[in-house]
């Protein structure tokens, strides 16, 4: 099945600097990738959606200059969080969407996550 | 924001005994899919049952879907210990987006 691919899986950081996420789709090529944020112990928050060659469109209450994305390829996209602080550590989850899966129940496929910590 | 409540948030019971979760929307989806997450990993998709269907079944896997109450129960069946885990229900709107529940934690004894 396709496979979704997330690195890092997990990261430190200090406060105040920048930090890269890559989402990449392995065997299928996914116009669309979105991207979403898990606190302990609660529930998968959508950020944004990643759109390839396109601005990501944010949710509402998502800083778009806080968390910048690049879907410059369609096997690719990045979720930065730049000038990282404590309040940022969460879990980051990219899922990615097959447009070509002719099976309707896995059209969606979720990468294992990266755990962010700053310090 | 998140649109689904699930109950209940936490859920404990022996193994071979059969777990039921429940999970509520607010908007009209599309689909409404159900997710595992083992503790600080990625999601696995369990099931997935569309807005016209109302019972769904896949091995020890049994979904319904109420579109009137706006809810969808899961239950899985002779449960193990394996099924020790987060699950959270997801429903689908326009573009693929996910909209997901709340979760439960449910812990099978062994």
């Known amino acids: 099945g396709a496979v979704v691919s997330q690195h890092p899986s997990w990261v430190i950081c200090k406060s105040g600097t920048s930090v890269k996420i890559e989402c990449r789709s392995l065997?299928?090529?996914?116009?669309?990738m979105f991207w979403y944020r898990q606190f302990p112990k609660q529930s998968l928050m959508l950020m944004a959606t990643?759109?390839?060659?396109?601005?990501?469109?944010?949710e509402q209450g998502v800083e778009k200059d806080k968390f910048l994305i690049n879907h410059a390829s369609l096997t690719l996209s990045t979720l930065t969080v730049t000038s990282a602080h404590p309040e940022d550590s969460s879990f980051y989850i990219c899922?990615?969407?097959?447009?070509?899966?002719?099976?309707?129940?896995?059209?969606?496929?979720f990468g294992s996550g990266t755990q962010l910590s700053v310090l | 924001s998140q649109q689904g409540e699930e109950d209940p948030q936490a859920l404990s019971i022996q193994e071979g005994e059969n777990a039921t979760m429940n999970c509520s929307y607010k908007t009209s989806i599309n689909n409404l899919q159900w997710y595992r997450q083992n503790s600080g990993r990625g999601l696995v998709h369990l099931i997935l049952?569309?807005?016209?269907?109302r019972e769904k079944h896949s091995g020890r896997l049994r979904v319904t879907l109420d579109t009137s109450k706006k809810s969808s129960s899961l239950l899985i069946t002779a449960s193990r210990a394996a099924d020790t885990a987060s699950y959270f229900c997801?429903?689908?709107?326009?573009?693929?987006?996910?909209?997901f529940g709340e979760g439960t934690q449910l812990t099978v004894n062994p």
């Open positions: 899922s990615a969407r097959d447009p070509t899966f002719r099976q309707e129940n896995e059209k969606l496929f």
């Open positions: 990643s759109n390839e060659g396109s601005k990501a469109t944010y």
């Open positions: 997801a429903g689908e709107t326009s573009g693929s987006r996910l909209t």
């Open positions: 065997d299928f090529q996914a116009t669309t």
């Open positions: 049952i569309r807005s016209n269907e």
